[in-house]
């Protein structure tokens, strides 16, 4: 099993940047696909971001492309959500999500572990 502790979000102007970490505990965490998912308000939780378990490969939601960049610390057992050239749309409760596999997957089904979440709001 692993757990996951998300931290960095917080209010931030339009057009601001904002990194999320999310800190995992267990020896490994290298054995897990890692995802990003975020849930506005009255909305269903959709998919962010995912990374492979090297890091090498990541895949982004169209919405995120350009914008956000994820990546990994398997020494620190740690991943990461850059987000840059942030909208008021961004705004949500940002989830740090676990698989115990190899291949990437964007359903928020396919993920056992998920995070408590850090609140990310965009003011316009």
């Known amino acids: 099993q692993v757990q996951l502790v998300e931290s960095g979000g917080g209010l931030v102007q339009a057009g601001g940047s904002l990194r999320l970490s999310c800190a995992a505990s267990?020896?490994?965490?290298?054995?897990?696909?890692m995802g990003w998912f975020r849930q506005a308000p009255g909305k269903e939780r959709e998919f962010v971001s995912t990374?492979?378990?090297?890091?090498?490969?990541?895949y982004y939601a169209d919405s995120v492309k350009g914008r956000f960049t994820m990546s990994r610390d398997n020494a620190k057992n740690t991943v990461y959500l850059q987000m840059d050239s942030l909208k008021p749309e961004d705004t949500a409760v940002y989830y740090c999500?676990?698989?115990?596999?190899?291949?990437?997957?964007?359903?928020?089904?396919?993920?056992?572990?998920w995070g408590q979440g850090t609140q990310v709001t965009v003011s316009s």
């Open positions: 267990g020896r490994t965490f290298n054995n897990y696909v």
């Open positions: 999500a676990a698989r115990f596999a190899a291949i990437l997957r964007t359903s928020a089904n396919d993920y056992s572990y």
């Open positions: 990374i492979t378990r090297s890091g090498e490969t990541t």
